[in-house]
C-alpha cells in the first residue's frame, strides 16, 4: 500500500488542496496533521466577530470528522509535528510517525507581536483557537489599543468601533494600508475611521505594555499614555518556516518552492501563507485556492507550472469598503484620483502611460473588474 501524501496543517490551504486531491484522485491515502482541532472556519470571518457578537464556536462551519468522511481522509487533530526526516520520508510527533510519499506543509503564519516590555500582555486575532482564547476579555473591553494600521488592523478597528468601543490605532507609518498603497489613496478611509471616532495615533510607536488600576496602561514613544482594556497586536504575520527548516528545506522569509510548489526537496511542496513563490508572500484567498488547484495536479503526477492572474484584495471595512490590485505598492506610479460622493477611482499609471495599479471604493468597487483586464503586469 502506498504511504500516500502527508498535510501538515489544516487551514484553507490544506483544506482547498485535500479537496482539489479528491477530484484529482479519488484513492490516494491523505493524511492530515495538525495542532488545532481541525474544525474548519472561515479565517476572513474574524475581521468581524466583535460587531457581529459572535462566539468563537459561532464560526465552525464544519467539524473535523465530518471532513474526514466526506473526503475518506486520516485526521490526526491536536498533533505538534516534532520533525521531518527527508530522507526516510518519515514525518514524526512525540508520539508517533508517518510514512510519505510526497508532503506538503501549508503550516500557515503567525500573529507577529512587538518586542517590547509587556509583549505576553497583547492579543492576536489570527485563528479561531486564538479568538476562543480571548473572547471575553475582548467582548468586555470598552476601550481598544490596536497596533498596526495595516489591512487586518484597519478591519478590526472599524469593527471594534462599530460595536461601540473606543478604539485607538497605533502605528509607526504616517498613513493607513501604508505598506499597500499611498497616503493620498488611503485618505478616504484615514477620514472615515476617524468620522467614525477612532483615534489614530500614526507616525507613533509602542514602546511598554503594563498592568494598570484599571485594565493596561500602553506607553508611546512620545512619552504619552494610554489606558486600555486590552491590546492587540495587528503588525502583520510570520510565516512558519520552522520545522522545513530544521528539515534542511530551504527557508527566506517563508518556505522557498518553485513554480511547481515543489520545496528544495522535490518530494516535499509548500503552500498557503508559509509559502514563499517567486520571492513573494502571498497570503490572500484567491493565490492560495489557484495554488491548492496546482499543487493538486502536481502531486498526482502532473508538472504543471502556477500561473497567477492579476488578482484582487478587498479591504473587510463596510463602512468604507475597498478593492485594489497590481503594483499598488510601487512609488514610480502616478496616480489619478477621481473622488465622488458615491466613491473613489485611483489609478496608478507608470512611466509609458500604461494602468499599473488601482484602487477602487464603495459604489466605485464593480469597475474594478473592467479594471483588472486593464492592468499590465
Known amino acids: 500500500m502506498s504511504d500516500g501524501i502527508v498535510i501538515i496543517g489544516s487551514g484553507f ?18 493524511t492530515l496533521i ?17 460587531s457581529q457578537q459572535q462566539r468563537a464556536d459561532d464560526l465552525t462551519r464544519q467539524r473535523a470528522g465530518e471532513f474526514a468522511e466526506q473526503y475518506q481522509l ?35 503564519a503567525s500573529a507577529i507581536t ?47 468601533k462599530r460595536a461601540g468601543k473606543q478604539v485607538t490605532v497605533v502605528d509607526s507609518a504616517a498613513s493607513l494600508l501604508a505598506s499597500l498603497m499611498p497616503p493620498e489613496v488611503s485618505a478616504r478611509l484615514q477620514y472615515r475611521l476617524t468620522q467614525m471616532g477612532v483615534e489614530l495615533a500614526l507616525n507613533q510607536q509602542l514602546t511598554a505594555l503594563r498592568p494598570g488600576e484599571s485594565g493596561l496602561q500602553a506607553t508611546l514613544a512620545s512619552g504619552r499614555t494610554l489606558e486600555v482594556d486590552a491590546a492587540i497586536a495587528a503588525i502583520g504575520l510570520r510565516p512558519n518556516i520552522d520545522l522545513a527548516r530544521r528539515a534542511g528545506l530551504a527557508v527566506n522569509r517563508g518556505i522557498v518552492v518553485n513554480s511547481q510548489l515543489q520545496t528544495s526537496d522535490p518530494h516535499i511542496y509548500a503552500l498557503g501563507d508559509c509559502a514563499e513563490i ?5 497570503p490572500f484567498l484567491q493565490p492560495i485556492q489557484l495554488s491548492a488547484m496546482t ?9 504543471q507550472p502556477l500561473t497567477l492572474p492579476a488578482m484582487l484584495v478587498k479591504v473587510k471595512t463596510p463602512e468604507l469598503p475597498l478593492h485594489l490590485a497590481g503594483d499598488t505598492r510601487s512609488a514610480d506610479l502616478a496616480w489619478h484620483i477621481a473622488l465622488g460622493g458615491e466613491g473613489m477611482v485611483a489609478k496608478g499609471i507608470d512611466g509609458e502611460g500604461r494602468l499599473r495599479a488601482f484602487v477602487v471604493s464603495e459604489a466605485c468597487m464593480p469597475q474594478a473588474f473592467a479594471l483588472l483586464r486593464e492592468l499590465k503586469p
Open 13 to 30: 490551504a490544506a483544506r482547498q488542496l485535500v479537496k482539489n486531491l479528491r477530484k484529482q484522485d479519488p484513492k490516494v491515502t491523505i
Open 278 to 282: 517567486n520571492g513573494q508572500l502571498l
Open 74 to 108: 486520516r485526521l490526526f487533530p491536536a498533533t505538534w509535528v516534532t520533525e521531518i526526516d527527508p530522507q526516510a520520508r518519515i514525518v514524526k510527533s512525540q508520539t508517533q510517525s508517518w510514512r510519505y510519499d510526497q508532503l506538503v506543509l501549508a503550516t500557515g
Open 114 to 160: 512587538p518586542p517590547v516590555e509587556g509583549r505576553e500582555l497583547m492579543l492576536t486575532l489570527n485563528s479561531q483557537q486564538e479568538y476562543q482564547a480571548c473572547e471575553s476579555q475582548l467582548r468586555d473591553a470598552q476601550r481598544v489599543l490596536m497596533l498596526g494600521g495595516g489591512l487586518i488592523g484597519s478591519e478590526l478597528a472599524m469593527d471594534f
Open 34 to 50: 495538525a495542532a488545532d482541532s481541525m474544525d474548519e472556519y472561515n479565517k476572513p470571518d474574524l475581521s468581524h466577530v466583535i
Open 295 to 303: 499543487a493538486a495536479k502536481n502531486l498526482t503526477g502532473g508538472g
